[in-house]
């Protein structure tokens, strides 16, 4: 039972523009969420997180976007940059379970 | 600071054969330990957690089994491995909080 997806495994951007990765879930009682972004042949490295009683988080170029009616998180960098190119997992978490649930991935793409 | 070492980096081992991961953290105590992995295209499956030593919890039934003799050593083992083995194995520790740090990760192939 995948209880976080990223629908998407790759998306190509172009520098400059924006970037709007997504990620959805299915367990109500998740009420942390985080985005991790990770090159090949190296750990995951955490990027930005949000808890529930938000619906935005905001750093540097980085934005969070929680829909809790929805069940869906977004990623959004702006602008996109091509250091940005890697794989970005999100997580999701119940506080105080000690644990957290990632997505997929999605490989994003940064074009010059 | 905190760090954590994972090694090694690497490792082609023959089906059958054992394993040993090794994973330290430094500059913090009792934190919780984890070990994740990554199967080509795939995401990350949490194998095993830690809130302590000799404290394990295994999230998927399978041909691994993880150990913690000290505080800040998590290891990952297996007695037979089998090519499903093969993959990218992470260590992780939180300090009880949410936000996880990850090691560089081991790249394990079984042939």
């Known amino acids: 039972d995948q209880q976080v997806k990223q629908n998407s495994p790759s998306l190509s951007v172009q520098e400059g523009r924006i970037s709007i990765l997504n990620c959805d879930y299915t367990n109500s009682m998740f009420d942390y969420f985080l985005w991790y972004k990770k090159y090949p042949a190296e750990g995951p490295t955490f990027l930005i997180s949000i808890s529930s009683i938000k619906d935005k988080n905001e750093d540097g170029r980085f934005t969070v976007f929680l829909n809790k009616s929805a069940k869906h998180l977004s990623l959004h960098i702006v602008p996109s940059q091509p250091g940005d190119s890697a794989v970005y997992f999100c997580a999701a978490a119940i506080q105080g379970a000690q644990k957290l649930v990632f997505g997929q991935g999605t490989r994003l793409t940064i074009n010059p | 600071s905190q760090t954590i070492h994972q090694w090694p980096a690497t490792l082609v081992q023959p089906v059958g054969s054992p394993l040993s991961l090794e994973c330290t953290v430094e500059g913090t105590s009792n934190p919780n330990l984890y070990w994740y992995r990554q199967a080509a295209g795939r995401g990350l499956q949490l194998l095993f957690y830690s809130v302590g030593i000799g404290q394990i919890s295994s999230e998927v039934p399978q041909n691994l089994s993880a150990s913690r003799p000290q505080d800040r050593q998590f290891i990952l083992s297996s007695k037979k491995l089998l090519l499903s083995d093969s993959g990218f194995y992470l260590c992780?520790?939180?300090?009880?909080?949410?936000?996880?740090?990850f090691g560089q990760g081991t790249r394990l192939t079984v042939v």
């Open positions: 992780a520790w939180s300090d009880r909080g949410l936000e996880a740090f």
